[in-house]
């Protein structure tokens, strides 16, 4: 009983300083996160503890781009119809899938370029500095890749890969948090790389700042090299099923989290995933 107590407490100090796995072990800078095996290369990890005197929950799903392939699936593209992630999943045979990214009032089209294969769903360019591209136009070029316009030339880049999401940059090629502070709090949803080349998505539920989202991120040990905004508030949603697990989350506006919607809201636009075949040797 006194060795329960103890790790109780343990427990709750070490939440004061750094984070726990709802899996059940301590992570901190340095040291290796219990990941959830999903299924091979699909980790998932999700976490509680408390920032600026407030409890906070996040989900990071980590994939292998390796093991799996890209999919950008938009409303334009397939029928005009907006469903929920799990629907995007379902319908389309994908094992995760995430909202793309803010779309305009017309419900259908991103607010910046946005581009699969031969279908445009967004032309023009916006002034936002991060930009996610996959399926390159062969294997000279990685699986997919977060363009950082500040420090890469993405004209470059235009021209060898087939699928774009742009969005707002959330975190520098320099590993900066280059979000201003703000007042207004809601749930997020980013997708990042790290610096193994692994694409991970990241999602908040409880309602906080842009700017103290990243730099609770910065703070956790997954090796960030850089991440992009993709929706806030009840659109930031995620879909996730494997033979091992189920997860999905879809968010609030900051002040309506002890009254949130009852259930997720469609979205035009998903990025999505799927197993590669195994390569016979």
């Not at 407030?54 to 005009?80: M, N, W």
């Not at 803010?102 to 031969?118: A, D, I, P």
């Amino acid at each position: 009983m006194r060795a329960y107590i103890l790790l109780k407490i343990l427990g709750f100090c070490l939440a004061a300083f750094g984070l726990i796995s709802l899996f059940g072990d301590f992570a901190f800078t340095g040291v290796t996160i219990p990941w959830k095996e999903a299924d091979e290369g699909l980790l998932v990890a999700e976490f509680e503890s408390v920032f600026d005197n407030a409890p906070y929950e996040i989900t990071v799903v980590k994939v292998d781009p390796q093991r799996y392939s890209f999919h950008l699936l938009c409303a334009t593209q397939y029928g005009k119809e907006s469903l929920t992630t799990k629907e995007w999943a379902l319908k389309y045979q994908m094992l995760a899938a995430v909202n793309a990214g803010m779309f305009q009032q017309n419900g259908l089209t991103s607010v910046g370029f946005m581009k699969n294969f031969g279908h445009v769903n967004n032309p023009r360019l916006s002034n936002a500095n991060t930009i996610l591209a996959f399926n390159p136009v062969d294997e000279n070029f990685p699986e997919i890749q977060l363009v950082d316009r500040e420090c890469q030339d993405f004209n470059y880049f235009r021209q060898k890969y087939q699928s774009f999401v742009q969005s707002i940059r959330m975190i520098s090629c320099n590993q900066q948090n280059v979000w201003s502070r703000q007042d207004s709090k809601w749930s997020t949803l980013a997708v990042a790389m790290d610096t193994q080349g692994n694409i991970l998505f990241l999602f908040n539920r409880t309602p906080l700042s842009v700017h103290d989202f990243i730099e609770i991120l910065l703070s956790l040990p997954l090796s960030l090299k850089s991440a992009m905004y993709l929706e806030g508030g009840p659109q930031a949603s995620l879909y996730l099923s494997t033979s091992s697990m189920t997860l999905e989350r879809y968010g609030v506006w900051g002040g309506l989290e002890k009254n949130p919607l009852p259930f997720p809201l469609a979205v035009p636009n998903v990025i999505g995933i799927s197993k590669k075949p195994r390569v016979k040797n």
